[in-house]
């Protein structure tokens, strides 16, 4: 699957020092990476809370890198899988402002997830449910199994011969997963 790059989008000094002053965030011209650099997990409440009453687009952008960084660095697991679901939404919601960032923490570029960072597999699956859920020709659940199972078999995630039991069981969990419309 050809994956495209979406257009680059970095965020604008006036919304950085606007979160500056609003959070007394750190600062120096020699930070490259500001907003991951100074995201504090333990504020993500806070974070969250402003993002939703903030009207300036690129205050957003910003204010979500802080976001996702903070939320990739929650220190359990399951802290990491609740402020993914807060973060989800905000994501589908303005995905025009986060399209490039979505892509950036998906780390395409990475096939061994453990190469990547916590966050990287919820940003795939995003990624792949804004840019390939809205096609005409969708694949029906035994071809989407076939190519799952195709990609199981490539990282060496199968045992070898069970590929057809296999199937069977990635069809149950497709079929279950549109039948709570989450496919």
């Given at each position: 699957?050809?994956?495209?790059?979406?257009?680059?989008?970095c965020g604008t000094a006036k919304a950085r020092n606007s979160l500056i002053a609003k959070f007394n965030l750190p600062h120096d011209d020699w930070m490259q990476d500001w907003p991951y650099e100074i995201?504090?997990?333990?504020?993500?409440?806070?974070?969250?809370?402003y993002y939703d009453n903030v009207i300036d687009v690129d205050e957003k952008f910003y204010l979500m890198e802080l976001l996702i960084q903070a939320t990739d660095e929650q220190a359990e697991a399951?802290?990491?899988?609740?402020?993914?679901l807060e973060l989800k939404?905000?994501?589908?919601?303005?995905?025009?402002?986060h399209e490039y960032t979505i892509y950036y923490w998906s780390s395409f570029e990475n096939e061994n997830l453990?190469?990547?960072?916590?966050i990287t597999p919820y940003m795939r699956e995003l990624w792949f449910k804004q840019n390939y859920?809205?096609?005409?020709?969708?694949?029906?659940?035994?071809?989407?199994?076939?190519?799952?199972?195709?990609?199981?078999?490539?990282y060496d995630l199968l045992v070898s011969g069970k590929s057809n039991?296999?199937?069977k069981v990635v069809e149950a969990i497709i079929e279950l997963r549109k039948s709570l419309n989450d496919y």
């Open positions: 699957m050809i994956i495209k790059e979406p257009k680059f989008r995201s504090v997990a333990e504020k993500i409440d806070e974070y969250f809370k399951l802290k990491l899988k609740q402020a993914w939404t905000r994501l589908i919601n303005d995905y025009s402002i453990e190469d990547c960072w916590n859920s809205q096609r005409e020709d969708k694949l029906n659940s035994s071809d989407l199994s076939k190519i799952i199972i195709e990609e199981l078999d490539n039991e296999a199937q």
